[in-house]
T-cell receptor
Framework: AQSVAQPEDQVNVAEGNPLTVKCTYS??????LFWYVQYPNRGLQFLLK??????LVKGSYGFEAEFNKSQTSFHLKKPSALVSDSALYFC???????????????FGSGTQLTVLP | DTGVSQDPRHKITKRGQNVTFRCDPI?????LYWYRQTLGQGPEFLTY????????KSRLLSDRFSAERPKGSFSTLEIQRTEQGDSAMYLC????????????FGQGTRLTVV
């Protein structure tokens, strides 16, 4: 069965410092991996995805993520954190739905990022 | 059309009542998904539509839950005889029919069963 683990419930970082939010996955076959961000009482906003190609993918708001097949990881990174980056971050793996070519997302439990001024 | 729209944003209901939520996807998206998110957890898949056809239902979707997408546009999710355990955020998402494409989420409907 496919699964996603986010080992840290909470990550605190000072503004201006680099940040990393960790994600590991377990999936058969080639993974489609995603990061979403959720602000309080809001839906999820897409940040970036890895489907194939370059292991380093760049996304919205200066975020990037590195796909590491040998370590089955897809960590989210940003070189310089902003206070406005404080939010709940979800890693997800896309798994095939049994009917046809559509896929559903299996999410991790989320990591609360707090950027301190 | 700026995104996925869900209505209502909040719903408080008494245990045993029926509730219905609506989702309007991005207009050119023919795939529509419902997810449920409880406090402290990531969203969990409930069901999937391709156009008007409901092609997949999670085991989380008990007999009290029903979803429709009658004309392949908006969708409704109904919960009958609500229970306190149904309290959650219900998220709708839509996507294009393209392999690897991302899903776009609405802001969700927060249900509280009292």
């Amino acid at each position: 069965a496919q699964s996603v683990a986010q080992p840290e419930d909470q990550v605190n970082v000072a503004e201006g410092n680099p940040l990393t939010v960790k994600c590991t996955y377990s999936v058969s076959g080639n993974p489609y991996l995603f990061w979403y961000v959720q602000y309080p009482n809001r839906g999820l906003q897409f940040l970036l995805k890895y489907i194939t190609g370059d292991n380093l993918v760049k996304g919205s708001y200066g975020f990037e993520a590195e796909f590491n097949k040998s370590q089955t990881s897809f960590h989210l990174k940003k070189p310089s954190a902003l206070v406005s980056d404080s939010a709940l971050y979800f890693c997800a793996v896309s798994v095939r739905i049994s009917s046809g070519s559509a896929r559903q997302l299996t999410f991790g439990s989320g990591t609360q990022l707090t950027v301190l001024p | 059309d700026t995104g996925v729209s869900q209505d209502p944003r909040h719903k408080i209901t008494k245990r045993g009542q029926n509730v219905t939520f609506r989702c309007d996807p991005i207009s050119e998206h023919n795939r529509l998904y419902w997810y449920r998110q409880t406090l402290g957890q990531g969203p969990e898949f409930l069901t999937y539509f391709q156009n008007e056809a409901q092609l997949e239902k999670s085991r989380l979707l008990s007999d009290r839950f029903s979803a429709e997408r009658p004309k392949g546009s908006f969708s409704t999710l109904e919960i009958q005889r609500t229970e306190q355990g149904d309290s959650a955020m219900y998220l709708c998402a839509s996507s294009l029919e393209v392999t690897g494409t991302e899903a776009f989420f609405g802001q969700g409907t927060r249900l509280t069963v009292v």
